[in-house]
Structures are given as C-alpha cells and as structure tokens.
C-alpha cells in the first residue's frame, strides 16, 4: 500500500494551493527595517483578534513562548506551570538557560489546575524564596490530550495570581483549537492573560510561524528579544501571508478534524486491547494506551503498513487529526491500527 496516512502531528501540513497563490501574491520588504506591509497586516489582525494593542510574528511557538517569559521575568523567578507542559517538557530547558528561571509544579489532570493550587503555590514574601512571577497556562493543552480549559476555571486561577502580583501567559499554540471546539472567540481568552502565543503551523496549516500578542510596551520588548534569539526575519511577508490565509479561511475547518479524533477514539475504544477515554477527546489529539504492547515497537510496526503515529511513552501513543487526513485515510488507517493493536502485528 503506497498510501501514508500521517498522524504523527498537525505540524506536518503543507501549505494548500491557494495558501501558496497567496504567500506568492504577497507584498514584501524588509520586516527587520520595519516596512514588509503582510507583515504588519498580520501583526494587525491579530492584535484585532486577540483583543490586544499589538503583536509581534516570530518564527516558532517555542520563540513565541520563551520571549514572553524572558520579558516578564527576571532571574532567580520562579514560573508556575504544569508539569506537562510544552515551555518545560519541549523547549530544550528554555526557561533555565534563557531567562534563569525556576518552576513549580501543577500536577492535575489533563494539564488543569485550580486556583487554591495556584494560592499554595505563591511562595511567601521572603528573602529565602525564589520570587513567584509568572503563571503560565496552556490551552488547549497537548500533554493533556488536546484538553481544553473551562474557561472559567480560566479565569479564575489567572484572576488569583493576577491578585496576588503575578504575571500571567497563555500558551495557546492550539487555542484556534479550543475556539473552534468550544464556539469561544481569541478575545475571550486572552484577555485573561497578560502575553498569548499562537502557533500557524499547526491545524491552521502555515508552513511556519507563530505570534505574540501584548500590550504596547511588551510587545516592544518582544520585537527586541526576536532579534537577541536571531527569529527576526527579513522578506517574511511571504510566511504571514500564509498565516493570514489560515486565520482566514482554515479555522472553521479545524471541526473536521475534532469530528475524526472522535471517530477514531471512538473506533481504538472498541478494540478491547487499548485503553482509550472518550471523554478526554475535546478537539483533534487521541492519547491511547497499548496495553502490554510496547509503543515504539508499535510505531515502527504501524510505520511500515503506511500509518504514521507517535510513541510518546512505553505503552502510549498519540495521534493527531489535521488537514493531512481527510475521511479516506482515516477510513485507510482505522483497520490498520485496530488490527496491529488486536495483536495482528
Ligand atoms: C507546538 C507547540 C508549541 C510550539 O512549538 P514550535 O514547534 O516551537 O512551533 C508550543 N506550545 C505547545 C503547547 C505546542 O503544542
């Protein structure tokens, strides 16, 4: 079978036909001397978006995210985030060597927490202490199994450390996601949060790219720190075009993608030998477990019958829906994982 059914990520899109018609159409200058207009379109409409006075485009979600803690901390900090998350478990120990940061641990489940934990975790005004400075949420969350938060509870452990003289920034790689899945606009959620991340490689289906949106003064600081961690780029208009072209015209469709991670969950639930939580599926990641199967064994078995899938522990794999699977292939790849996971392979 020659058909590769991807579901490693929904990093690995590649930009559409139009999406390409449209990075090609571009206006372009030098966005480091401050003067490519797709750029700055971009950097408007998301600004508009998200509710704030202004953005900054980055080349990644792990620049996005590691700018914001460098300007809203200082060394010695401590940053207060789950123990799953992506700016501690997946950006090379970015908060250590970049901003000289400590952290403290949430360990609720699917990546949440409340505000009484946030209250313990606040350390005393006391010369002994690191300084607590920085909460940090992710929504949706991906360790957590594409999870997305009640946006109350939200609100109401940023609302605590917000009171308590914290900073507060949202990792919303997928908050596109966590909208789309929950009928919520960007605004909602940020404006609980002092600086938000967003990613456009992802569901959106850029090929690179992510933003920072802020106040005024922050976004400043970011615009300096993208050119210290050298992510300031020149004709770059060509990647934001892509970007507009996804906040445009790929957010509604992100649905396709939360109705497959249901059919597929549904589909692995069936299959006595994996453990799968139907409850858990909010938008487009399915976390399952394998049973006694060991996981990379699983990987590699799955790899080479076309259907590609992450081992992200011994006995727990990941798949995630994206533009890259359409109904076809998810009807190609069902049988081949129910099959290998039934004990065919
Ligand atoms: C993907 C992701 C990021 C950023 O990843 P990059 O590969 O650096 O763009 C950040 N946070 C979360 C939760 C993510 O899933």
């Known amino acids: 079978m020659s058909q590769i059914i991807d579901l490693r990520s929904d990093t690995i899109t590649q930009p559409t036909k139009l999406m390409r018609e449209a990075m090609m159409e571009a206006p372009l200058g030098d966005d480091v001397l401050g003067d490519d207009p797709t750029v700055h379109r971009l950097q408007e409409r998301c600004a508009e978006l998200f509710g704030k006075e202004a953005a900054c485009f980055v080349p990644s979600g792990s620049m996005a995210n590691q700018a914001c803690i460098r300007a809203l901390t200082s060394p010695g900090d401590e940053i ?42 606040i350390r005393p005004d006391d010369h002994h202490f690191p300084r607590s400075r920085l909460l940090v949420v992710e929504n949706t969350n991906n360790r957590g199994g594409g ?22 920034h949202l990792d ?26 967003a990613c456009f490689s992802k569901g959106l289906g850029a090929p690179v790219g992510s933003i920072v949106v802020g106040d005024r003064k922050t976004i400043n600081q970011i615009h300096r720190l993208r050119k210290m961690l050298g992510g300031a780029m020149r004709q770059s208009g060509f990647l934001a075009a892509a970007a507009l072209h996804g906040i ?30 139907l409850d858990s599926i909010d938008t487009n990641i399915v976390y399952f477990d394998t049973g006694d199967r060991d996981a990379h ?39 081949v994982l129910l099959d290998g996971l039934g004990g065919g392979v």
């Open 80 to 121: 207060l985030a789950h123990e799953n998350s992506h700016i501690y478990q997946y950006e090379a120990g970015g908060p250590a060597a970049l901003s000289g940061c400590t952290f403290a641990f949430f360990r609720g489940e699917r990546g949440f927490f409340t505000s009484e934990e946030v209250r313990q975790a």
């Open 147 to 168: 999870s997305v938060w009640p946006l109350e509870q939200l609100a109401d452990v940023t609302g605590t450390a917000h009171d308590l003289g914290l900073r507060c």
């Open 172 to 197: 919303g790689a997928r908050i596109w996601n966590a909208c789309e899945a929950t009928g919520t606009s960007p605004d909602q959620w940020a404006s609980h949060f002092d600086t938000v991340s």
């Open 248 to 277: 445009e015209h790929h957010r509604d469709r992100l649905a396709d993608d939360h109705r497959r991670a249901r059919r597929l969950a549904e589909a692995l639930a069936d299959c006595p030998d994996t453990n799968v939580d």
């Open 297 to 335: 064994r699983m990987q590699s078995a799955f790899d080479s019958m076309g259907v590609k899938l992450l081992a992200l522990g011994p006995f727990r794999m990941r798949a995630v829906l994206s533009m890259a699977v359409d109904d076809e292939g998810l009807d190609h790849a069902i049988p």
